[in-house]
């Protein structure tokens, strides 16, 4: 159980929970779970912490784009944004990069959820380790996140 996975059963909300052998080579870590798992890239979504004007957020944008950090920083009001620093991202969430899940994390930070989630009856998001996803209705991660949806992903380059 991961403080992920124990947030999910106390707000007694509809999930499952999906294991994979995790590849410590896998290059993408939410493309190595839709492989394994046999998701649409679309439904998998990765969860990366910003550092937007000195504040961590967290983007949660679908493994099969990429995160468009001026759009975040616009929807939370921030001049700009960068990727936040490893250490910073594991101290503030208490997960690992790799397995950091939008739920359960050690201090709630502003969480923004791309728009596309919402094409979705339920999407993947990691359930707080590498090799564990945690499948969930976006209204309901939106709920227990605090989060609110925006167009923060773009298409990757294939």
Partial sequence: MTPAII?????????RVHAYEHDASAGSYGGEAAEKLGVAPERVFKTLVADCSG???VAVVPVSGRLDL????????????????????????????????PLGQKKRLKTVIDESARDHETIHVSAGRRGLEIELSPDDLAALTGAVFGPVARQSAS
Avoid: C, F, N, P
């Fill in 70 to 101: 001026k759009a975040l920083a616009r929807r939370v009001g921030a001049k700009k944004a960068a990727m936040a620093e490893v250490d910073r991202v594991e101290k503030t969430t208490g997960y690992v990069v790799g397995g950091v899940s």
């Fill in 7 to 15: 947030q999910a059963k106390k707000a007694k909300i509809a999930y």
């Fill in 55 to 57: 504040e961590l957020v």
